[in-house]
């Protein structure tokens, strides 16, 4: 069955300093005073495996300037080689976990690698890397090479994004609104079926407890709907985080996007 067609997204529109796009599963394009950052870009049809259900929400030829790639760890649904190769054309600058340098394709000058606790400055951006509760081997008999696997607050002029990439709810969300509450948390609900997936991602009512702790002004869920990776039905986790967050009196702080569009803080 061929992908259902999303829209494409307008990377012309007013912004203001903070804005998102939802281009799909964990790929968002962040546009955070004047710098633009892709995150985990996947355009591919497939991962190879399985197809993709929802087609992206851009093409690479339509993206705007890049001004750096963020990669938050080298699972095939976050890292995905073919979108890479062709994105090296436009953006130089890649910052990726440690112990990933050889899985980039050629063509990226700038790569910075990033640990948990370090900061870099990439285009007067302050990105700061978190440990989240994931694991980062490629393959499972990998697990040797002690791969990065991160979650990063990206701050500049008073505003901020955190894009947690994947991960497991954790204490450590607590410790980065202690840190600098983001404006807008980008935050995986799916893939937490079956049960014992719940060791390494969060369900809707986990990631409403993670935005609690962040005590960020928006959540933006990511990782859901694009993919059939887990046991859940495919459309389950907005319909879930939306009870949640009703549940809290939350609903107006809680963004479900599809792909391609987007939603900007004044």
Avoid at 57 to 66: M, R, S, V
Avoid at 173 to 182: Q, T
Avoid at 242 to 254: G, Y
Wanted: proline share 8%.
């Amino acid at each position: 069955m061929p992908a259902k067609k999303s829209k494409l997204a307008d990377f012309t529109a007013e912004t203001g300093q903070v804005a998102v796009w939802h281009i799909g599963h964990a790929t968002s394009l962040i546009h955070l005073a004047g710098v633009s950052i892709l995150t985990d870009p996947v355009f591919s049809r497939s991962l190879p495996f399985p197809a993709r259900v929802k087609t992206a929400g851009a093409n690479i030829a339509n993206l705007p300037k890049l001004d750096a790639i963020l990669l938050s760890h080298a699972h095939m649904d976050h890292w995905n080689l073919p979108s890479l190769r062709k994105l090296t054309g436009l953006c130089k600058t890649v910052i990726i976990p440690r112990n990933c340098r050889g899985l980039l394709p050629d063509g990226f000058t700038n790569i910075i690698e990033l640990d948990w606790g370090q900061t870099a400055d990439v285009s007067g951006l302050s990105i700061k890397c978190y440990k989240p509760r994931h694991w980062g081997d490629r393959y499972p008999w990998q697990a040797n090479l002690n791969r990065g696997f991160n979650s990063y607050l990206i701050k500049k002029d008073g505003r901020s994004v955190f894009f947690c990439g994947d991960s497991a709810y954790d204490h450590f969300f607590a410790a980065v609104g202690k840190d600098c509450p983001p404006d807008i948390a980008l935050l995986p609900i799916s893939a937490y079926s079956p049960p014992q997936f719940r060791s390494v991602h969060m369900n809707p009512v986990d990631a409403i407890q993670a935005f609690e702790d962040l005590k960020a002004k928006f959540l933006i869920p990511i990782h859901w709907g694009n993919f059939n990776i887990s046991l859940e039905p495919i459309d389950e986790p907005p319909r879930l985080l939306s009870a949640e967050a009703k549940k809290k009196n939350l609903i107006d702080r809680v963004k479900i996007l599809d792909n391609g569009e987007f939603f900007k803080v004044v």
